[in-house]
């Protein structure tokens, strides 16, 4: 495997709050190598979101990085001053936000901001950035996107601006783009065209990506690795096709039994009962404790176990994980091509 191009190691955000502290992000650590997709799943509210604000520095009040280290490129971004980051954010490291529609300026035009970032990270002139622009919207499947440069984002449909969005994020060809539900206000057959334009982009500059998504057909068909986060914690992480077909974590078990397959059909589907828990002064213990079934008493008396790696490049944290059985099936991951 490739060198990383950004490692995260100890991460911890918290939100201060006149109610106590919200620890979004608990002792989170990982690795992005060059080239590669790594997936970060888990449901809403599991800080899947705030570690990709974490590492733009965009973490907003009254939220604050604790401790820990994210180093790129040779940096540690957490060191580095405001104007330092400012020079990194759209250029190197590019970020893709969820609500594409609520994430662009209302009053500026679509044109205008896409040239926004094209003249700060390059001494490109306006007359220059204006077909690169154009360039870039068609790159992302917008048919007439002449005209499109002139209008608002209020006078375009989700979807399109969730192409914007994307060609804004892919404007300097940035080392790694880290892309938010980038395909959750689209119909499928535009998730697949925006997907594999994604994959294009990577596959042509040998960008890496950090895919955010609860959709686990999307990360199936994308990452290269999955990290899997709940309650501000990494809980488990492995290559695509091993956590597919021998998940460890009974959460990261209970996901994949929720989804509906062609190969598996069933009556109905199974669900993870309960809800999520209270981020605000959690204490420091599994957070999946109250909905696990294989929960033991070390899980209620113990704090939250050590990252272990039973099996090769296939980590977990959990006093009682799934039993992986010795010549363990690899059936069709779901929402994978044929």
């Known amino acids: 495997m490739s060198n990383p191009l950004i490692r995260v190691d100890g991460l911890h955000t918290s939100f201060h709050t006149v109610d106590g502290e919200v620890k979004a992000v608990r002792d989170v650590s990982f690795d992005v190598p060059e080239g590669s997709v790594l997936g970060i799943v888990g449901e809403s509210g599991s800080g899947k979101t705030v570690t990709g604000l974490s590492i733009m520095g965009l973490v907003p009040r009254p939220g604050k990085i604790e401790r820990g280290s994210i180093h790129f490129g040779g940096r540690d971004l957490l060191r580095l001053s405001e104007s330092q980051m400012r020079s990194i954010r759209g250029g190197e490291i590019a970020m893709v936000f969820q609500d594409a529609s609520n994430s662009l300026n209302p009053v500026i035009t679509v044109g205008e901001q896409i040239r926004e970032v094209l003249q700060i990270h390059s001494d490109m002139t306006m007359r220059q950035s204006i077909p690169l622009s154009i360039d870039l919207m068609t790159q992302m499947g917008i048919a ?141 213990r599994c957070p999946f404790l109250d909905r696990c079934h294989r929960a033991v008493n070390a899980c209620r008396t113990d704090p939250m176990p050590n990252i272990e790696e039973p099996e090769p490049g296939h980590t977990v944290a959990c006093y009682n994980p799934v039993p992986v059985p010795v010549a363990a099936k690899s059936p069709r991951v779901p929402g994978s091509l044929p």
Request: charged fraction near 25%; charge should be negative.
């Open 144 to 284: 007439d996107a002449e005209r499109l440069l002139d209008r608002h984002p209020w006078e375009i449909s989700g979807g399109m601006a969730q192409r914007v969005m994307l060609a804004m994020g892919l404007a300097m060809s940035p080392r790694l783009l880290i892309a938010d539900e980038p395909t959750s206000n689209v119909d499928v057959t535009v998730q697949a065209e925006l997907l594999h334009r994604l994959n294009e982009h990577r596959r042509e500059t040998g960008s890496s990506i950090i895919l955010i998504t609860h959709d686990l057909g999307v990360m199936a068909q994308m990452a290269d690795e999955v990290m899997v986060m709940y309650g501000g914690y990494k809980l488990e992480q492995a290559d695509t096709p091993s956590l597919y077909a021998r998940p460890m974590h009974p959460y990261t078990n209970g996901l994949l039994e929720a989804v509906p397959r062609l190969d598996r059909p069933v009556a109905r589907l199974k669900a993870i009962r309960g809800g999520l828990p209270t981020m605000l002064d959690a204490p420091d």
